[in-house]
Nanobody, 124 residues
Framework: QVQLVESGGGLVQAGGSLRLSCAAS????????MGWFRQASGKEREFVAT????????NYADSVKGRFTISRDNAKNTVSLQMNSLKPEDTAVYYC?????????????????WGQGTQVTVSS
């Protein structure tokens, strides 16, 4: 069992930066790939980024590539999402997820555990 708690969301102007963090409980954190997903109001949840169990492999949605960076610290049971050059279209509730095997996936259906989400709002 893994419990996930996101933090770091907030209101930022376009072009600004935010850093989201996800703290995980459980001794098996390092065996899971981690992902970040987001859901804008009235839209379906979409993939943002994923990182494999070791942190050596990452993957990003085209919409955030070059602007967002996912990282993890297995000693601290945390995964982070550094978001730079934010755009109004990045506004959404951001969720971290654990599972999907050791390598991660862009498919939300393969993740076993989810956090409660943190709101990110980017003003124009």
């Amino acid at each position: 069992q893994v419990q996930l708690v996101e933090s770091g969301g907030g209101l930022v102007q376009a072009g600004g930066s935010l850093r989201l963090s996800c703290a995980a409980s459980g001794r098996t954190f390092s065996s899971y790939a981690m992902g970040w997903f987001r859901q804008a109001s009235g839209k379906e949840r979409e993939f943002v980024a994923t990182i494999n169990w070791s942190g050596g492999r990452t993957n990003y949605a085209d919409s955030v590539k070059g602007r967002f960076t996912i990282s993890r610290d297995n000693a601290k049971n945390t995964v982070s999402l550094q978001m730079n050059s934010l755009k109004p279209e990045d506004t959404a509730v951001y969720y971290c997820a654990a599972g999907g095997g050791p390598h991660g996936s862009s498919l939300d259906t393969v993740y076993d555990y989810w956090g409660q989400g943190t709101q990110v709002t980017v003003s124009s």
